[in-house]
């Protein structure tokens, strides 16, 4: 398979991934999306397999780039889940119930920061 096929292979599963999680969704089967994930991870992965060992689909540059616009993106969610954080906490004295999607921003923020540290220090080390 060249490059060039599986571009278009990886674009084809990607349309009928998303029209038949709504379609999934439209009938109210909310647990075949999952299995229509896992299908197209499956096929996703035979594609690239079935890739010439000659064709590059990333070098260093994409990697460098991913990883900057990784980090960026994870420092931009944090401080406006943390400002909106406050904001929320600030409203939730007039609506209770702003108090619990504070909470949840607040401790989704920190699990996603955590995740990010652990994830970080894994590779570090295999790395090494």
């Not at 674009?11 to 299995?35: D, G, K, M, T, V």
């Not at 896992?38 to 460098?64: F, G, I, N, W």
Request: include cysteine; charged fraction near 15%.
């Amino acid at each position: 398979m060249t490059k060039k096929q599986y571009q278009i292979c990886h674009f084809i599963i990607l349309i009928l991934l998303s029209a038949a999680i709504s379609i999934s969704f439209s009938l109210q089967q909310y647990y075949l999306p999952l299995i229509f994930v896992l299908s197209a991870m499956a096929a996703m992965s035979y594609c690239r397999h079935s890739l010439k060992p000659t064709d590059v689909l990333a070098d260093e540059r994409d990697r460098q780039l991913a990883g900057m616009a990784a980090s960026l993106t994870l420092n931009i969610y944090s401080l406006i889940g943390v400002v909106l954080f406050f904001v929320l906490m600030m409203l939730s004295e007039q609506q209770s119930e702003l108090f619990a999607w504070a909470q949840y921003l607040a401790y989704s923020i920190c699990v996603l920061l955590l995740l990010n540290a652990l994830i970080f220090r894994y590779l570090e080390r295999k790395g090494k």
